[in-house]
């Protein structure tokens, strides 16, 4: 019995903590503070209405599109770029500092940049994408090559592994985790990059949805389009960690063997 | 014990970036077909000096000489157990012991095969399959020693090889370790801080004097082993002689 309530109690909790926080969105909404804070009730309507007309449906294909293009983009370059700076002391030391600062810095200020050089198109919402997503693409890419256990290159060398194997048996297997992990903090930032591009550059899918409802004062309608947006990276990124743990269970990732 | 000479150490100085002067003028002959250890303390370059006989270090000064040959790499010829294990996390057991065999290009039924006849050899038959981490230290070990023996190799460096297993496992390790090789005439060159392991295993112990690493005495305890338990191994007097004569000696440097 005990153990039963155990595997439950969080799931209840969790619901319990959904609860309380629409319950107390929508007494804050009839609260007469603000017009522009709907409650929960009437932005759940929205949402509904606007899966129904199609417009939500629409606008996340057209906030989809630059996101895949510019994550599948950092994937391959960033992760090839990662690997090669944890690979190589030359391009460790050319490009380590740039990957440094571009993590810390906050991105989203050369956004208006961006679009001064490549305009107001598709090329520009994938950039903005390409340049919050790839520093940690990059960075955990290179630490994932970087930190593979010495003694594991060692034992290779040892048992007469050539330098591919060593790369393909040992390094890459050792990195695997990490960069997949770069992928998801990745397509985390790249949420941030697509949005902030919408709203920012020009109005199209998501950020069209919240800056033509704001304009027209339908409340209801442009705290749904952002509550959604909110949701569906919410939970994409939560999958893509179950994911990672399903491929990579920590016990098998070696950290422990490091020590 | 008239022995052929497998493995030749001469005049190794080994210098580390930063000047830390690991080894100084290191000559060693050791005997194919036994056990030779390494014995110091701690800095004395026994780790050191292990694995640039195994081609793992390149030395400042000197040459390794295996089977008649130069050598100045890893070579098929030798084979190494690690401290700390050094198994594939994300590899089962079988994996981890054919893993030799596997950089080799050994096609995969030919190299498990071989793997399983050694991981039943170390005591680990029906653990093919299972993970490092489901292991205990003792068990990891034994699935280094089977990598190193799946391998066919006629050295088997072992580096401090039970210093992470509890003293239990260690002694019932060291007993079939010296069971197993005796069948195998394989030369085992072997590093250690316990003066009672050194004394136990080995037909030769090398002792060495720290910072820099030189070889200060040789010892051979001149057990015999042949159809003994390992208590009476470990009451013989001349086990007991030899532990008392390295004790002599190593006190000096601690």
């Given at each position: 019995?005990?153990?039963?309530?155990?595997?439950?109690?969080?799931?209840?909790?969790?619901?319990?903590?959904?609860?309380?926080?629409f319950?107390?969105?929508?007494?804050?909404?009839?609260?007469?503070?603000?017009?522009?804070?709907?409650?929960?009730?009437?932005?759940?309507?929205?949402?509904?209405?606007?899966?129904?007309?199609?417009?939500?449906?629409?606008?996340?294909?057209?906030?989809?599109?630059?996101?895949?293009?510019?994550?599948?983009?950092?994937?391959?370059?960033?992760?090839?770029?990662?690997?090669?700076?944890?690979?190589?002391?030359?391009?460790?030391?050319?490009s380590l500092p740039v990957f440094i600062i571009l993590q810390a810095a906050p991105m989203a200020a050369i956004i208006p940049l961006i679009t001064y050089m490549y305009g107001i198109g598709l090329t520009s919402k994938v950039l903005a994408v390409v340049v919050l997503a790839a520093p940690v693409i990059v960075m955990n890419s290179y630490k994932g090559i970087r930190n593979t256990n010495p003694s594991l290159i060692q034992m290779c060398r040892a048992f007469l592994g050539t330098r591919r194997q060593e790369m393909i048996k040992i390094i890459l297997p050792h990195a695997a985790a990490l960069?997949?992990?770069?992928?998801?903090?990745?397509?985390?930032?790249?949420?941030?990059?697509?949005?902030?591009?919408?709203?920012?550059?020009?109005?199209?899918?998501?950020?069209?949805?919240?800056?033509?409802?704001?304009?027209?004062?339908?409340?209801?309608?442009?705290?749904a389009a952002i509550a959604s947006i909110i949701l569906f990276a919410a939970l994409t990124i939560h999958a893509l960690e179950r994911l990672e743990q399903r491929l990579f269970p920590p016990e098998t990732r070696g950290l422990e063997d490091a020590g | 014990m008239p022995a052929e000479t497998i493995v030749e150490v001469k005049e190794i100085d080994m210098t580390y970036?930063?000047?830390?002067?690991?080894?100084?003028?290191?000559?060693?002959?050791?005997?194919?077909?036994?056990?030779?250890?390494?014995?110091?303390?701690?800095?004395?370059?026994?780790?050191?000096?292990?694995?640039?006989?195994?081609?793992?270090?390149?030395?400042?000064?000197?040459?390794?000489?295996?089977?008649?040959?130069?050598?100045?790499?890893?070579?098929?010829e030798r084979a190494f157990v690690f401290q700390d294990f050094a198994l594939l996390p994300w590899a089962n057991v079988l994996r981890n012991v054919a893993f030799g065999l596997e950089l080799r290009g050994l096609p995969a039924q030919e190299r498990h095969a071989i793997a399983r006849k050694h991981i039943a050899e170390v005591g680990l038959k029906s653990f093919e399959a299972s993970y490092p981490h489901q292991l205990s230290g003792g068990m990891r070990q034994r699935v280094g020693l089977a990598r190193a023996l799946s391998v066919d190799a006629d050295i088997i460096l072992m580096d401090e090889p039970f210093s992470s297993v509890d003293e239990q496992?260690?002694?019932?390790?060291?007993?079939?370790?010296?069971?197993?090789?005796?069948?195998?005439?394989?030369?085992?060159?072997?590093?250690?801080?316990?003066?009672?392991?050194?004394?136990?295993?080995?037909?030769?112990?090398?002792?060495?004097?720290?910072?820099?690493?030189?070889?200060?005495?040789?010892?051979?305890?001149?057990?015999?082993?042949?159809?003994?338990?390992?208590?009476?191994?470990?009451?013989?007097?001349?086990?007991?002689?030899?532990?008392?004569?390295?004790w002599e000696i190593l006190k000096h440097y601690v």
């Amino acid at each position: 019995m005990e153990r039963k309530s155990a595997v439950i109690s969080p799931l209840v909790w969790q619901l319990i903590s959904f609860a309380l926080f629409f319950g107390l969105w929508e007494i804050a909404g009839r609260w007469p503070i603000s017009f522009a804070f709907p409650p929960f009730s009437k932005t759940l309507l929205a949402l509904l209405r606007m899966l129904a007309d199609g417009s939500l449906p629409k606008a996340y294909l057209s906030t989809l599109q630059p996101l895949i293009i510019g994550i599948v983009l950092c994937s391959v370059a960033g992760i090839g770029f990662g690997i090669g700076m944890g690979l190589s002391r030359a391009i460790e030391w050319f490009s380590l500092p740039v990957f440094i600062i571009l993590q810390a810095a906050p991105m989203a200020a050369i956004i208006p940049l961006i679009t001064y050089m490549y305009g107001i198109g598709l090329t520009s919402k994938v950039l903005a994408v390409v340049v919050l997503a790839a520093p940690v693409i990059v960075m955990n890419s290179y630490k994932g090559i970087r930190n593979t256990n010495p003694s594991l290159i060692q034992m290779c060398r040892a048992f007469l592994g050539t330098r591919r194997q060593e790369m393909i048996k040992i390094i890459l297997p050792h990195a695997a985790a990490l960069i997949f992990a770069g992928l998801r903090l990745g397509l985390a930032m790249g949420f941030i990059g697509i949005v902030i591009a919408e709203l920012l550059i020009t109005p199209t899918g998501i950020g069209d949805l919240i800056t033509y409802h704001s304009s027209v004062a339908d409340y209801p309608e442009m705290f749904a389009a952002i509550a959604s947006i909110i949701l569906f990276a919410a939970l994409t990124i939560h999958a893509l960690e179950r994911l990672e743990q399903r491929l990579f269970p920590p016990e098998t990732r070696g950290l422990e063997d490091a020590g | 014990m008239p022995a052929e000479t497998i493995v030749e150490v001469k005049e190794i100085d080994m210098t580390y970036e930063g000047g830390v002067e690991a080894l100084a003028g290191v000559s060693l002959a050791l005997p194919e077909g036994r056990i030779s250890t390494f014995l110091g303390p701690s800095g004395c370059g026994k780790t050191t000096l292990l694995k640039i006989i195994a081609g793992l270090i390149p030395p400042t000064h000197g040459e390794i000489w295996v089977k008649g040959k130069k050598v100045d790499g890893p070579g098929p010829e030798r084979a190494f157990v690690f401290q700390d294990f050094a198994l594939l996390p994300w590899a089962n057991v079988l994996r981890n012991v054919a893993f030799g065999l596997e950089l080799r290009g050994l096609p995969a039924q030919e190299r498990h095969a071989i793997a399983r006849k050694h991981i039943a050899e170390v005591g680990l038959k029906s653990f093919e399959a299972s993970y490092p981490h489901q292991l205990s230290g003792g068990m990891r070990q034994r699935v280094g020693l089977a990598r190193a023996l799946s391998v066919d190799a006629d050295i088997i460096l072992m580096d401090e090889p039970f210093s992470s297993v509890d003293e239990q496992t260690r002694r019932k390790f060291q007993e079939e370790l010296l069971d197993l090789l005796r069948h195998k005439h394989k030369t085992v060159i072997f590093v250690t801080h316990s003066i009672e392991e050194a004394a136990y295993l080995s037909d030769q112990i090398i002792l060495l004097s720290p910072r820099p690493g030189t070889i200060s005495n040789i010892i051979r305890p001149n057990i015999d082993r042949e159809g003994r338990n390992p208590d009476e191994i470990r009451r013989d007097k001349n086990y007991l002689d030899a532990v008392d004569e390295i004790w002599e000696i190593l006190k000096h440097y601690v």
